[in-house]
């Protein structure tokens, strides 16, 4: 499976963006997915996870942050509102098969990761 993240820019704080992922594959439907961000320095620390219509989000972004996946288009989607600076990180999509796990060493593919920048 390969994974390419995009949808990061530059946003100001209380805005929203979307972050999609696009999954090269035909298994794409049994994966589970998940998004993680990295902070400059900081280590990378789990966002949202996505297993059918369960879902599972850091107590950080829950509430603001909604995950979605389209299977016909193998895309998972990050909706991203009420944006903080501290949400500024670098996002990236993972994927694996053990259901809504939030550690990132649960995740077999990675996408290259977008950036996402808040400014206050």
């Known amino acids: 499976v390969q994974l390419q993240a995009s949808g990061g820019g530059l946003v100001q704080a209380g805005g929203s963006l979307r972050l999609s992922c696009a999954a090269s594959?035909?298994?794409?439907?049994?994966?589970?997915m998940a998004w993680f961000r990295q902070a400059l320095g900081k280590e990378r620390e789990f966002v949202t996870a996505?297993?059918?219509?369960?879902?599972n989000y850091a107590d950080s972004v829950k509430g603001r942050f909604t995950v979605s996946r389209d299977n016909a288009k193998n895309t998972v989607y990050l909706r991203m509102n009420s944006l903080k600076p501290e949400d500024t990180a670098v996002y990236y999509c993972?994927?694996?098969?053990?259901?809504?796990?939030?550690?990132?060493?649960?995740?077999?593919?990675w996408g290259q990761g977008t950036q996402v920048t808040v400014s206050s």
């Open positions: 993972a994927a694996g098969s053990r259901s809504l796990k939030r550690d990132p060493r649960e995740y077999v593919y």
């Open positions: 996505i297993s059918g219509s369960s879902t």
């Open positions: 594959g035909r298994t794409f439907s049994s994966y589970v």
